[in-house]
Nanobody, 115 residues
Framework: QLQLVESGGGLVQPGGSLRLSCAAS????????MGWYRQAPGKQRELVAA???????NYADSVKGRFIISRDYAKNTVSLQMNGLKAEDTAVYYC?????????WGQGTQVTVSS
């Protein structure tokens, strides 16, 4: 089994920044892609950003140029630097990892962008 633990959510004003982090433990020796998803109230969960084992990144159009995903392969962590936050970025953010063909999820961390 693989466990994912997120940290770094909170309340921030529009235009502000937050950094989310996720640490993988357990069977963390063959993780393929790691990424971040988010789910706003009444909406479906959507991909925010992902980074492959080889370092290729993929971003949702709505966050391109504002968010940066990074990964520490030695520590099995993935981070999401969020800049220029907008009210529409408000959601629960979930860490995701793909390993041995299985999807694993963190418990989620709330990000609220409000003045």
């Amino acid at each position: 089994q693989l466990q994912l633990v997120e940290s770094g959510g909170g309340l921030v004003q529009p235009g502000g920044s937050l950094r989310l982090s996720c640490a993988a433990s357990g069977r963390a020796f063959n993780i393929n892609t790691m990424g971040w998803y988010r789910q706003a109230p009444g909406k479906q969960r959507e991909l925010v950003a992902a980074i492959s084992k080889g370092g290729s990144t993929n971003y949702a159009d709505s966050v391109k140029g504002r968010f940066i995903i990074s990964r520490d392969y030695a520590k099995n962590t993935v981070s999401l630097q969020m800049n220029g936050l907008k009210a529409e970025d408000t959601a629960v953010y979930y860490c995701n990892a793909l390993s041995f063909g299985n999807d694993y999820w963190g418990q989620g961390t709330q990000v609220t962008v409000s003045s």
